[in-house]
């Protein structure tokens, strides 16, 4: 049986994010990528899971009194213990149709500003759920890994992770990280801004999966050229006489409704360049920033960032798999990569 372990090997990498749970499995690549959402009932005073994924995501802000319809993780962190491990539980055993003896090895990324207490958190939650180890690796060093930045060589490499709660701004050199910082805005930062933004401009009320509708259609990070760009027919509730009420938003309008996000984390990266020694600042400049996550596909942000810093900014080519295909080829070249993943806190 023993020889059998490597080849049925079970080993998983898991990008545990705010708004998307992404599972690596050695030797097979990225096979489940589902909402981090889940649905449950309370019966009895125990919380009863109904849904996770793709199927929970669809209740959000459409539940029942009875029913709730939660996101366990907040800003990259668990904000809910039990509804993350018995979500952490399903997508393991999605990805393990069979029955298997060994239990696996699991890697999860977390933000490089996630408190000790917070690691500790998402550690226990993937070893209840059944892992034999659980490794932590830093974010930012799987984005950059995932996006094939050559983090191991003496130069210095930046790249910025925009995710659902957390974008991480991170220097990397020879394999480890020199200035990182993790601010907590992110994709739903941007969501937020676009609610309230209608709510106090056209006095409408609109919920978080139309927010994240008009961001990924028509959101932009500057202005369009010609004032006013392409525009997307909404529906929502009317603050004024309470009936649901149906407008047209353009570009311009979404550019205005997010351009303080977008300021925070081009101010992120200016505070992470000044930070940066010399003479890694120097590559930096010759080799550019690397953008990856969910966030880095917001229309212009590659050109506000542009303008603001004057540095060549480039988009990764997987960019929403990044952190998972990073932690994935932790998993895979663990022994290259040890020193970046940490079992034991």
């Known amino acids: 049986m023993v020889g059998f372990g490597g080849l049925f090997s079970s080993d998983m990498a898991i990008d545990l994010g705010t708004a998307n749970t ?3 499995v050695k030797g097979r690549g990225i096979i489940l990528n589902e ?3 889940v649905a449950y009932h309370v019966k009895d005073g125990r919380k009863q899971v109904l849904a996770v994924g793709e199927d929970a995501k669809l209740m959000l802000g459409r539940t029942p009194g009875s029913i709730q319809a939660i996101r366990p993780m907040r800003d990259g962190v668990i904000a809910d213990f039990d509804v993350a491990e018995e979500m952490i539980k399903h997508f393991i055993r999605k990805v393990h149709r069979r029955t298997t003896f060994s239990k696996p090895k699991i890697i999860v990324c977390v933000p490089h500003g996630a408190t000790p207490v917070e690691k500790r958190a998402i550690r226990q939650s993937v070893l209840s759920a059944g892992a034999r180890r659980a490794g932590l690796i830093a974010e930012p060093i799987a984005a950059a890994i995932g996006a094939g930045m050559p983090i191991t060589d003496p130069t210095g490499n930046m790249v910025v992770d925009i995710g659902g709660g957390t974008t991480e701004v991170a220097v990397l050199s020879l394999g480890d990280i020199v200035y990182a910082r993790s601010v907590r ?3 739903d930062r941007m969501d937020e801004g676009i609610i309230s933004y209608l709510r106090r401009q056209q006095n409408l009320l609109i919920g978080e999966a139309t927010a994240e509708r008009i961001k990924t259609s028509i ?3 500057r202005m369009p050229d010609d004032g006013r760009g392409a525009s997307l027919v909404i529906r929502g509730r009317d603050l004024i006489n309470g009936v649901p009420k149906e407008i047209e938003i353009s570009q311009a309008q ?3 409704a997010l351009a303080e ?4 984390i081009c101010e992120a990266v200016m505070m992470a360049l000044e930070a940066t020694p010399p003479d890694l600042a120097a590559d930096i400049v ?3 920033v690397m953008l990856t996550g969910g966030g880095a596909l917001l229309g212009d942000l590659d050109l506000a960032l542009r303008e603001q810093t004057g540095l060549a900014i480039s988009v990764a080519d997987e960019t929403l798999n990044c952190v998972a295909l990073g932690t994935g080829k932790a998993l895979e070249y663990e022994k290259q990569l040890r020193h970046v993943i940490d079992y034991d806190s």
């Open 286 to 288: 010759d080799r550019g």
């Open 185 to 187: 805005v992110g994709g």
């Open 35 to 37: 909402p981090s959402v």
């Open 22 to 24: 992404l599972v690596y």
């Open 219 to 221: 959101g932009t990070a």
């Open 261 to 264: 996000p977008v300021q925070q």
């Open 254 to 256: 979404v550019a205005e």
